[in-house]
C-alpha cells in the first residue's frame, strides 16, 4: 500500500470538514480528506440530504446537500485528496509527523491532523425485527435519500420524535398512504408538529397508529406488503404498506477516536475554543466532536472553528513564515499547490 504524504489529515468529509479544506487552503496547507461514509456530506448527505437548512450565514434557504455541493466547490480550487469509504482506525505519532491508518489498509502521514468527525460513526438503531436484514434498503429504510421515491407509495413511518413527524407531514403530500407508528400516545416532537400531525389525522390524510410496535414484517424479495404492529395487549394490526421508515434515533459512537489518546468530555474531544486544539498538540478538533464550554453544535459554528485551527496549525506546517492576516478580498483563492 502506497504513503501519503500532506500537510493536514482531515478525519471527517462533513460540512465542517470541507470547509477545513478551504481554510487551509487559503493557508497554502494542502489536505487530505478521509471518511468512513462513501460520499461526502457527513449528517446533511447522509441523513437529510434534501431537507432545507435555514441557519447559513448568507443563504436564507439552502437544502443540506446542495450545501454539501457548494462547499465541495469551494475547496476543490486546493485539489483536497478524498480517501472515501475508508475509516481512520489508527493516528500514532512519527517524529514531527502523524500516521494515520485507514480500515482499507491506506497510509497517510500528516503534519498535522484535524479531527472532523462529527457524531462519529452514527448508525441508525435498528428495530428488533425477524428478517429486518432482507428489506433493508429496498423498503425499510432509516433516512430519506429521495422522497420521491414515496411519491404513490404506502408508507408506515415508525418512531415519535422529529423525524418522525416531520416526514409524516411531508411525505402525507406525495404518499399514497401515510400510518404513523408509535409506542405511545404522546408523541415527543415539536408541539407545532404534533398538532399539524393531528389535524391530517382527522383530515384522514394521516392515519395515527399508537400505541402499537413493530411486530414483524411479510413479504417477499425485499418487497414489503405489510407491516404487523402490536400492542401492549398482545393484539396486532396487519397494515399494508410498500415502504418503513423507522427514526429510532442514531446509535452514535466516538469509534476508533475515542482510542486516540486524546482528552474526552461527555463522549466528545476537548479542544481550546481558541485553537480547538486537543490535549496533543498537533491534533485539532472541530465541529460537533470539538468540545468547550458554550459549544453550539451548528454548522456555521463549526465553520468558524475551521478557520481558528487552520490559522493554529499554519506555523507548525510553515515553520518561521509569518503568517499576515489577510481577508479573502485581498488575497483572493490563492492557486494550490498538487496534493
Ligand atoms: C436532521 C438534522 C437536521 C439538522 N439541521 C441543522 C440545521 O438546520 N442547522 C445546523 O447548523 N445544523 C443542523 N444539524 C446538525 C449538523 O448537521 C451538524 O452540526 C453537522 O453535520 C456537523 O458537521 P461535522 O462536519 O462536524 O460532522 P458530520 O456531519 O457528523 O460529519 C462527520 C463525518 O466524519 C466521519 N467520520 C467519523 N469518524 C470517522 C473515522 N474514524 N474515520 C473516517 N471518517 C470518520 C463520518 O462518517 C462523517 O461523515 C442537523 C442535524 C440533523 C441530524
Not at 487552503?25 to 446533511?44: E, F, P, S
Request: aromatic share 6%.
Amino acid at each position: 500500500m502506497s504513503v501519503h504524504r500532506t500537510d493536514v489529515a482531515i478525519i471527517g468529509a462533513g460540512p465542517v470538514g470541507l470547509f477545513a479544506v478551504f481554510e487551509c487552503g487559503m493557508l497554502k496547507m494542502r489536505c487530505h480528506v478521509i471518511d468512513a461514509l462513501d460520499a461526502a456530506g457527513g449528517q446533511c448527505a447522509a441523513l437529510y440530504p434534501e431537507k432545507p437548512i435555514y441557519d447559513i450565514p448568507g443563504y436564507p434557504r439552502i437544502e443540506a446537500q446542495a450545501l454539501i455541493d457548494q462547499l465541495q466547490q469551494q475547496a476543490a480550487p486546493f485539489a483536497p485528496v478524498y480517501h472515501l469509504g475508508q475509516r481512520v482506525e489508527s493516528l500514532a505519532a512519527e517524529g514531527e509527523d502523524w500516521r494515520l491508518t485507514t480500515s482499507t489498509g491506506a497510509t497517510i502521514v500528516a503534519r498535522a491532523v484535524i479531527v472532523a468527525a462529527g457524531v462519529g460513526a452514527f448508525t441508525p438503531a435498528r428495530p428488533p425485527l425477524a428478517r429486518l436484514a432482507e428489506f433493508e434498503g429496498k423498503s425499510v429504510h432509516y433516512l430519506v435519500k429521495r422522497r420521491e421515491n414515496f411519491r404513490g407509495k404506502r408508507v408506515v413511518i415508525a418512531g415519535g420524535g422529529d423525524s418522525a413527524l416531520d416526514w409524516s407531514l411531508s411525505l402525507a403530500e406525495i404518499a399514497a398512504r401515510v400510518l404513523v407508528v408509535h409506542r405511545r400516545d404522546k408523541f415527543r416532537g415539536a408541539p407545532e408538529s404534533v398538532a399539524r400531525l393531528q389535524a391530517l389525522a382527522a383530515e384522514g390524510k394521516i392515519e395515527i397508529v399508537t400505541p402499537f410496535q413493530l411486530d414483524a414484517l411479510e413479504g417477499e424479495g425485499g418487497a414489503l406488503t405489510a407491516v404487523v404492529v402490536k400492542d401492549l395487549d398482545g393484539r396486532t394490526r396487519r397494515l399494508e404498506a410498500d415502504q418503513m421508515l423507522a427514526f429510532f434515533g442514531l446509535a452514535q459512537s466516538l469509534g476508533p477516536v475515542a482510542g486516540w489518546g486524546l482528552a474526552l468530555e461527555h463522549k466528545l474531544v476537548k479542544v481550546d475554543p481558541a485553537s480547538c486544539m486537543t490535549s496533543v498538540a498537533g491534533i485539532h478538533a472541530i465541529g460537533d466532536v470539538a468540545s468547550y464550554p458554550g459549544k453550539l453544535k451548528l454548522i456555521l459554528t463549526g465553520f468558524a472553528e475551521a478557520a481558528s485551527a487552520a490559522h493554529a496549525i499554519h506555523p507548525r506546517v510553515h515553520p518561521g513564515e509569518a503568517l499576515h492576516f489577510e481577508y479573502s478580498t485581498t488575497k483572493g483563492v490563492p492557486a494550490a499547490k498538487p496534493a
